[in-house]
């Protein structure tokens, strides 16, 4: 058996197959079928310049698919991804909690923990960072990783 060109594409493949496992964003998975396809271009009896123009085509068709249309569909619902930061929380409630290796004051946004600081235009207790467990805030933005709060009257039921 003659080593071809095509089996390099395949165990390129099958190397970006396994690293996808690692991963989980569909990027690899793309790229690996990409080299799937450039395979199939190599056993055909393509020059490498072709193979290699192939290979940017079909990467270039493949992972925006893979990344915009079929990650989402693994993805739990309700959950935007790189949403955090950009606005989209401004205005919700949260309510305060305590970190427990240094008894820090803050809220879980998306499931991160952001420590708070209210608002300056709050009260007179603008600019604090510590607040009691359980109390009701409502987020206003970020500095850097500090959530800025204002305080918020508990909801009636």
Known sequence: MDWNLAYTWLVIALLL???ELASG???LLALAAA???TAVLAWLGFALPWQLLGMGVFAGLLV????MRIRPAFSPRGVAYGTTGTGVEKGHRYTT???DF???SGIKINGDFYRIRLAADANEKSGETELPEGSCVIFQD???TTAIVTLATPEEP
Do not use: I, S, T
């Open 17 to 19: 197959g396994l690293g």
């Open 25 to 27: 964003a569909l990027v």
């Open 35 to 37: 080299a799937a396809l």
């Open 64 to 67: 925006p698919l893979a990344v």
């Open 97 to 99: 909690l305590r970190r």
């Open 102 to 104: 240094d008894d820090a």
């Open 142 to 144: 970020f500095d850097g």
